[in-house]
Nanobody, 121 residues
Framework: QVQLVESGGGLVQAGGFLRLSCAAS????????MGWFRQAPGKEREFVAA????????YYADSVKGRFTISRNNAKNTVYLQMNSLKPEDTAVYYC??????????????WGQGTQVTVSS
């Protein structure tokens, strides 16, 4: 079992930055691929980024490539999402997930409760 708690969301102006953190409990954190997803009001949850268990492989949605960076620290059981050059269309609830490096919601076994990111224009 892995429990996930996100933090770091907030309100920021367009062009600004935020860093999200996802703290995991469970001794097996290091074996899981981890992902970030987001869900805007009235829209489906969508893939943002993912990272392999070792951190050696990362994957991004085209919409965030070059602006967002996913990383992890297995010693701290934490995965991060650095978000730069934020746009109003990045506004959403951001979710951390464990269990895969895939792009589909169904590929992940564990989910956090989400953290709100709001980007004002």
């Amino acid at each position: 079992q892995v429990q996930l708690v996100e933090s770091g969301g907030g309100l920021v102006q367009a062009g600004g930055f935020l860093r999200l953190s996802c703290a995991a409990s469970g001794r097996t954190f290091g074996i899981y691929g981890m992902g970030w997803f987001r869900q805007a009001p009235g829209k489906e949850r969508e893939f943002v980024a993912a990272i392999s268990w070792s951190g050696g492989n990362t994957y991004y949605a085209d919409s965030v490539k070059g602006r967002f960076t996913i990383s992890r620290n297995n010693a701290k059981n934490t995965v991060y999402l650095q978000m730069n050059s934020l746009k109003p269309e990045d506004t959403a609830v951001y979710y951390c997930a464990a269990g895969s490096t895939g792009r589909l919601v169904s590929e992940y076994s564990y989910w956090g409760q989400g953290t709100q990111v709001t980007v004002s224009s």
